[in-house]
């Protein structure tokens, strides 16, 4: 069972298009972080929401988390082929500092 | 600043012929991870290093797989014998911290176990 539950699994979507993908648990994160990994690389680091509710934007892309602290949001506005990617969003466990993965969304941008 | 290095990126190799691979952090980064990544998946952790301490290596397969990193600053994984499923890219990644502060990863190694 995995902790942290990414949906959509797998999207392909056309240029210029807005798109939601989303970080669910039935735990809470302390905070959460949000990845990008392009093929042959390794994920890169996008942002890291802390506060319930807060709200995160890195040009095109909206970051939220939920007041709960229990999901996450990421939301691209017009998607350009660069954003073409995996999507992961990663929360440390409280006890022990473990970092949980979620399995990741396959975006796929097309021009 | 130099980001984390892994060589070799790709290693093809046969079964039950032992493999290593070389990780060297970002400098002043007392955490080192390594991570086990197969297509499409998020990546599994194998083992987690603060300073030269491996403080979490629950998911290790020790019977085959084992890690050193001896001055706390380099490490090395290594997998001997190699089994048809080790076959996955090995990921390492190096942070400030644990909790909140985020990972910096190498670019990964890519095994081939024929």
């Known amino acids: 069972t995995q902790l942290l539950e990414q949906s959509p699994q797998f999207l392909s979507i056309q240029e210029g298009e807005n798109l939601t993908v989303y970080c669910n648990s039935s735990?809470?994160?302390?905070?959460l972080q949000w990845y990008r990994q392009e093929p042959g690389e390794g994920p890169v680091l996008l942002v890291t929401?802390?506060?319930g509710g807060e709200v995160k934007k890195l040009k095109r892309l909206t970051f939220q988390f939920g007041d709960a602290r229990k999901d996450s949001s990421l939301h691209i506005t017009a998607a350009q082929p660069g954003d073409t990617g995996l999507y992961l969003c990663?929360?440390?466990?409280?006890?022990?500092?473990?970092?949980?993965w979620g399995a990741g969304t396959k975006l796929i941008i097309k021009p | 600043e130099a980001g984390v290095v892994q060589s070799p990126r790709y290693k093809i190799i046969e079964k039950k012929q032992p493999v290593a691979f070389w990780c060297n952090p970002i400098?002043?980064?007392?955490?080192l991870y390594w991570y086990l990544q197969n297509l499409g998946q998020g990546p599994e952790l194998l083992i987690r290093?603060?300073?030269?301490?491996?403080?979490?290596d629950s998911q290790l397969p020790k019977d085959r797989f084992s890690a050193e990193r001896l001055k706390g600053v380099d490490s090395t994984l290594k997998i001997q014998p190699a089994e048809l499923g080790d076959s996955a890219v090995y990921l390492c990644?190096?942070?400030?911290?644990?909790?909140?502060?985020?990972?910096?990863f190498g670019e990964g190694s890519r095994l081939t176990v024929l």
């Open positions: 290093y603060e300073n030269e301490e491996a403080v979490d």
């Open positions: 400098s002043g980064h007392n955490t």
């Open positions: 990644a190096s942070s400030l911290g644990t909790g909140s502060w985020g990972l910096f």
């Open positions: 990663a929360g440390p466990m409280d006890s022990n500092y473990q970092l949980i």
């Open positions: 929401v802390v506060t």
């Open positions: 735990s809470v994160f302390s905070s």
